[in-house]
Nanobody
Framework: QVQLQESGPDLVKPSQTLSLTCTVS??????????WGWVRQPPGKGLEWMGV???????NYSPSLKSRTFISRDTAKNQFSLQLSSVTPEDTAVYYC??????????????WGKGTLVTVSS
């Protein structure tokens, strides 16, 4: 059974870059046709899909976040990472990593990490 675990700072200052890593166990991030993504949920709001990296290294990002988002991977460590630049307090959210089979959206995601709260504040 695949397991995902987010890690990274829980406090980031405005204008800095938020960086999170998802460590995957019980499955390979290079397994064919799978995608590995990031989703966030601001306090009191719904889920927001941010982007994915596919088994072959291809990426797709939410149009609203594309200019600030970068997703990468380390296949040797079976990890993938999120970088969100120029953060503001509006980027405060619980950030989840997840596995799926779709190129966009949360509907195809079937395994999720527990999530990590990242607060943007000076």
């Amino acid at each position: 059974q695949v397991q995902l675990q987010e890690s990274g700072p829980d406090l980031v200052k405005p204008s800095q870059t938020l960086s999170l890593t998802c460590t995957v166990s019980g499955g390979s991030i290079t397994a064919t046709y799978l995608t590995w993504g990031w989703v966030r949920q601001p306090p009191g709001k719904g889920l927001e899909w941010m982007g994915v990296i596919a088994y072959d290294g291809g990426t797709n990002y939410s149009p609203s976040l594309k200019s600030r988002t970068f997703i990468s991977r380390d296949t040797a460590k079976n990890q993938f990472s999120l970088q969100l630049s120029s953060v503001t307090p509006e980027d405060t959210a619980v950030y989840y990593c997840a596995r799926g089979t779709s190129w966009s959206g949360v509907n195809g995601m079937d395994s999720w990490g527990k999530g990590t709260l990242v607060t943007v504040s000076s």
